[in-house]
């Protein structure tokens, strides 16, 4: 069955993998960007919102359109930011920064989609958290608040609508190699990271997408409240894996 499918920050990386697996399955997909103009580019048959978090009357509009014209039958929370920086020297707008992207605009984006959802008995909500949504990372203090706040919303928004078949989920992803991390990583960097990775590498954006795409589908029919790590084993270990010779 086709469905409609709204997705955040998807022009690249994660996002766009995800609106390419969703499409091909013969979902009606809008992606989201920060740009007025279209992407050059985009498959005609996905659909453009433009849509910037950090500008109130931008979400406003968008929450607007969510809710009365395109009333996504699937909302995939993907859109937000990484401001690195400890405690001390993460001051009160670069935290109002995050929790703006990460948490208080899906939160209304998801507020705005769940009425047509609820009314009509289905519906899938998938948030891309982060490993750092279920383990603390040094450094990197308001990004995990964020995150864990973005699954505390998950889990309880789960109990509060299950009874009307729509289900919420999250995906935590590890590293994936992006062209985001390719900036932010040399290559010796990127090669300790993969050391600690079980799967001996980072990951892909179409491994994230394909367990998206299973949350949002028709087949994830007992899962929900959940925030699946997709990340080579990292988390379960918490040490480097060495292969036996």
Same mark, same amino acid.
């Given at each position: 069955?086709?469905?409609?499918?709204?997705?955040?920050?998807?022009?690249?990386?994660?996002?766009?993998?995800?609106?390419?697996?969703?499409?091909?399955?013969?979902?009606?997909?809008?992606?989201?960007?920060?740009?007025?103009?279209?992407?050059?580019?985009?498959?005609?048959?996905?659909? @453009? +919102?433009?849509?910037? $978090?950090?500008?109130?009357?931008?979400? *406003?509009?968008?929450?607007? =359109?969510?809710?009365?014209?395109?009333?996504?039958?699937?909302?995939?929370?993907?859109?937000?930011?990484?401001?690195?920086?400890?405690?001390?020297?993460?001051?009160?707008?670069?935290? /109002? *920064?995050?929790?703006?992207?990460?948490?208080?605009?899906? $939160? /209304?984006?998801?507020?705005?989609?769940?009425?047509? +959802?609820?009314? *009509? &008995?289905?519906?899938?909500?998938?948030?891309?958290?982060?490993?750092?949504?279920?383990?603390?990372?040094?450094?990197?203090?308001? $990004?995990?608040?964020?995150?864990?706040?973005?699954?505390? +919303?998950?889990?309880?928004?789960?109990?509060?609508?299950?009874?009307?078949?729509?289900?919420?989920?999250?995906?935590?992803?590890? @590293?994936?190699?992006?062209?985001?991390?390719?900036?932010? $990583?040399?290559?010796?960097?990127?090669? =300790?990271? /993969?050391?600690?990775?079980?799967? &001996?590498?980072?990951?892909?954006?179409?491994?994230?997408?394909?367990?998206?795409?299973?949350?949002?589908?028709?087949?994830?029919?007992?899962?929900?409240? *959940?925030?699946?790590?997709?990340?080579?084993?990292?988390?379960?270990?918490?040490?480097?894996?060495?292969?036996?010779?």
């Amino acid at each position: 069955m086709s469905r409609t499918a709204l997705i955040t920050g998807a022009g690249t990386g994660i996002g766009a993998a995800i609106a390419a697996v969703l499409a091909a399955a013969g979902n009606a997909c809008t992606i989201t960007g920060r740009a007025d103009a279209r992407p050059e580019g985009l498959d005609a048959s996905i659909g @453009y +919102m433009q849509l910037d $978090y950090h500008d109130p009357a931008s979400l *406003q509009r968008a929450c607007t =359109e969510a809710a009365d014209t395109l009333r996504p039958d699937i909302l995939i929370n993907n859109a937000g930011i990484n401001i690195k920086g400890t405690m001390v020297d993460t001051d009160a707008g670069t935290l /109002a *920064q995050m929790m703006t992207a990460n948490l208080t605009s899906p $939160y /209304a984006l998801t507020r705005a989609c769940l009425p047509h +959802m609820t009314s *009509q &008995g289905w519906g899938r909500i998938v948030s891309i958290t982060s490993i750092w949504s279920v383990l603390g990372n040094p450094g990197n203090t308001a $990004y995990c608040a964020s995150k864990f706040g973005l699954d505390g +919303m998950t889990a309880a928004l789960a109990a509060e609508v299950a009874h009307h078949g729509v289900t919420v989920n999250a995906v935590a992803p590890g @590293y994936i190699m992006t062209d985001a991390l390719r900036a932010k $990583y040399t290559p010796d960097r990127l090669r =300790e990271v /993969a050391a600690h990775v079980p799967l &001996g590498r980072p990951g892909r954006p179409d491994e994230i997408a394909a367990v998206v795409a299973f949350l949002a589908g028709e087949n994830a029919t007992y899962i929900t409240g *959940q925030n699946i790590r997709v990340d080579g084993g990292l988390t379960r270990t918490a040490q480097p894996f060495t292969r036996p010779d």
